[in-house]
């Protein structure tokens, strides 16, 4: 089974800073990676699939990258709602969908 | 409006059995394989089960293979998750989802609580 890491485990930015979240695979996932976003006391949302292509509906500053084991994901200027805690999940090699451990992204 | 309204969560013994239902409307049920993925309290996405569209194929994570039966309804547009053998690390709030193996939609999930 592919063990899936995120780092860091909280990220501390202020309203308008960038932010960078990563996302390391056991082996290689291609490019068979998904990012959700999960605010306090709701469902997940999906973000991007495909390491780098964003789900409908959502804004631009959410973007992907990477292949392989290493991922990124990037907020280029976070909003008062972006304020959540992010997964990554890969499912190249799937069953099962392992997801990271995620990262939580709070108010600096 | 796509909407996933899970059901049938609460609280079960261990050794139990609970099953859990998810109602879906706004889309075009038959066209979508399903997911369903928990979260223990306080921490992450644990998957657990999918079906394909139509239901011929199925799939199930290690930790709850052999005690869990995910199947569907398409008539009812509803999917089902049915847990036997209840542990109390089965505990957690439970997501129904559209698509598999990526989670493109989420119900607002059911909380199942096993314990004595």
């Known amino acids: 089974e592919i063990v899936m890491t995120q780092s860091p485990a909280t990220l501390s930015v202020s309203p308008g800073e960038r932010a960078t979240l990563f996302c390391r695979a056991s082996?290689?996932?291609?490019?068979?990676l998904a990012w959700y976003q999960q605010k306090p006391g709701q469902a997940p949302r999906l973000l991007i699939y495909?390491?780098?292509t964003r789900a409908t509906g959502i804004p631009a500053r959410f973007s992907g990258s990477g292949s392989g084991t290493e991922f990124t994901l990037t907020i280029s200027s976070l909003q008062s709602e972006d304020f959540a805690v992010y997964y990554c999940?890969?499912?190249?090699?799937?069953?099962?969908?392992?997801f990271g451990g995620g990262t939580k992204v709070e108010i600096k | 409006e796509v909407q996933l309204v899970e059901s049938g969560g609460g609280l079960a013994q261990p050794g139990g059995s609970l099953r859990l239902s998810c109602a879906a409307s706004?889309?075009?049920?038959?066209?979508?394989?399903m997911s369903w993925v928990r979260q223990a309290p306080g921490k992450g996405l644990e998957w657990v089960s999918a079906?394909?569209?139509?239901?011929?194929?199925?799939y199930y994570a290690d930790s709850v293979r052999g005690r869990f039966t995910i199947s569907r309804d398409d008539s009812k547009n509803t999917l089902y998750l049915q847990m036997n053998s209840l542990r109390v690390e089965d505990t957690a709030v439970y997501y129904c989802?559209?698509?598999?193996?990526?989670?493109?939609?989420w119900g607002q999930g059911t909380l199942v609580t096993v314990s004595s």
């Open positions: 495909g390491a780098s």
């Open positions: 706004g889309l075009t049920f038959t066209k979508h394989a």
């Open positions: 079906i394909s569209d139509h239901g011929g194929s199925t």
């Open positions: 989802a559209r698509d598999s193996p990526i989670c493109t939609f």
């Open positions: 999940q890969q499912y190249n090699q799937w069953p099962p969908g392992t």
């Open positions: 082996q290689s996932v291609s490019s068979g």
